[in-house]
């Protein structure tokens, strides 16, 4: 039962943008934090940000603060990362995270992962 599902990913040139969505459904819809990560090739996955259900409450890792915006999407249960002034660092495989508070989906605490989606950003 695949429970949260992404979209959005390709490939793009340094300072375009991009914009990931994540649904959410099954036992993803229980936990009121939603987040990102992202694993770069040879490196481990990491934070890069996250926000409830609700909309409210934001994190951000510090690489992509004001250049990336976390958000609730329009449609139900979809959670948007948009990504702007993009960078060749940020080539990632980017990960859709549901946990039981935007703490715990920073400190990747028994979280539900979805399958992830290739970003990379190249000349």
């Known amino acids: 039962q695949v429970q949260l599902v992404e979209s959005g990913g390709g490939l793009v040139q340094p300072g375009d943008s991009l914009r990931l969505s994540c649904v959410g459904s099954?036992?993803?819809?229980?936990?009121?934090?939603m987040g990102w990560f992202r694993q770069a090739p040879g490196k481990s996955r990491e934070f890069v940000a996250a926000?409830?259900?609700?909309?409210?409450?934001?994190d951000y890792a510090d690489a992509v603060e004001g250049r990336f915006t976390i958000s609730k999407g329009s449609a139900e249960n979809t959670v948007i990362l948009q990504m702007d002034s993009l960078r060749p660092e940020d080539t990632a495989v980017y990960y859709c995270?549901?946990?039981?508070?935007?703490?715990?989906?920073?400190?990747?605490?028994?979280?539900?992962w979805g399958q992830g989606i290739q970003v990379t950003v190249s000349s």
């Open positions: 099954g036992r993803a819809l229980s936990r009121p934090g």
């Open positions: 995270a549901a946990g039981d508070n935007v703490a715990a989906v920073r400190n990747s605490l028994n979280l539900i």
């Open positions: 926000i409830a259900w609700h909309g409210y409450g934001a």
